[in-house]
Structures are given as C-alpha cells and as structure tokens.
C-alpha cells in the first residue's frame, strides 16, 4: 500500500501527502517520490522496497510528464 493515514491529508509525514494526483504529482516533480521508493533505508512504502518493475513504472510516470 503506498498511501497510509501518515502518507494522506494535512498530517502527512515528512511533507509526503500521497492522497490525490496533486499531491503525487508535486512529489513527482520535486524527486521526492522517485527518492523515496528507491530508498532502501526509508522506503515508501514502509516495510521494503516494492518491486523494481512497480518502482520503474513510478519513474516512468514522472518522465512521461505525470499523465493522469
């Protein structure tokens, strides 16, 4: 699960607000969103990295310009 009630609304941890294309969207353009599923350290989501095939489709979203 990628977005959780730390990731969603105006609490959202670490400035990450997963909740609605906007919010992904920004994460997307500032590299947050690349950097943080790509981070083993700190993955999102929590618990382990996802698959490498779903953490390309997340780059792929962002270099394709984030299509709706």
Do not use: C, H
């Not at 690349?34 to 489709?57: C, F, H, I, W, Y």
């Amino acid at each position: 699960m990628l977005v959780s009630r730390k990731n969603s609304g105006p609490a959202a941890v670490a400035d990450l607000n997963l909740e609605g294309y906007n919010s992904l969207r920004g994460l997307g353009e500032t590299g947050k969103l690349v950097a943080r599923t790509n981070d083993a350290d700190n993955p999102l989501p929590p618990g382990g990295l996802m698959s490498e095939e779903n953490r390309q489709k997340i780059k792929d979203w962002v270099s394709a310009g984030f299509p709706e």
